[in-house]
């Protein structure tokens, strides 16, 4: 998974000592607010996070490209740890309904414990079905999929 850190300099300097991919406002600005370089910037990361003195005036200077994207930046404040917030956004799954009813989530990976596995889903699907209107009512069904296998029904 990809990160960029918008930030200060103070932000930006911990960011290289970490290895997490790192844009100033200058950068930023230099991309005009072009529609296709703000997009370009959206695919290129899965995540941003942006300091707390910058993420006012992101949109102000790249227009709503990374929120039409579902990428706006999450906020990190001088005084947290830097490394500590970006396993915390690597970590963190967002539930994006369309205008379809259907909705897919990655709530695991390969190399985890079965324990860990049931854990993740039990704690995806309750809270999923805490943001619906009548909760359990308006879930018809539910099917766990692995990447490559066929798909199967457990509610």
Not at 19 to 37: A, H, P, R, T, Y
Not at 53 to 76: D, E, H, Q, S
Request: overall charge positive; some cysteine.
């Amino acid at each position: 998974m990809k990160l960029c850190v918008i930030g200060d300099e103070r932000h930006l300097d911990e960011a290289k000592k970490l290895g997490i991919d790192c844009k100033s406002m200058d950068d930023l600005k230099k991309l005009n607010k072009d529609k296709k370089l703000v997009k370009k910037l959206a695919k290129k990361y899965d995540a941003f996070l942006a300091s707390d003195t910058v993420i006012k005036t992101i949109p102000r200077v790249l227009g709503p490209g990374l929120n039409k994207a579902g990428k706006f930046p999450t906020v990190l404040s001088h005084s947290e740890n830097m490394q500590v917030k970006a396993e915390e956004v690597k970590g963190t799954i967002k539930f994006q309904m369309k205008k379809v009813l259907c909705l897919a989530v990655a709530v695991g990976h390969v190399n985890m414990e079965k324990e860990e596995l049931v854990g993740n889903i039990n704690m995806s699907v309750n809270f999923l079905v805490s943001l619906l209107k009548k909760n359990w009512q308006n879930v018809r069904s539910l099917y766990i999929k692995t990447t490559m296998g066929p798909s199967v029904r457990i509610y």
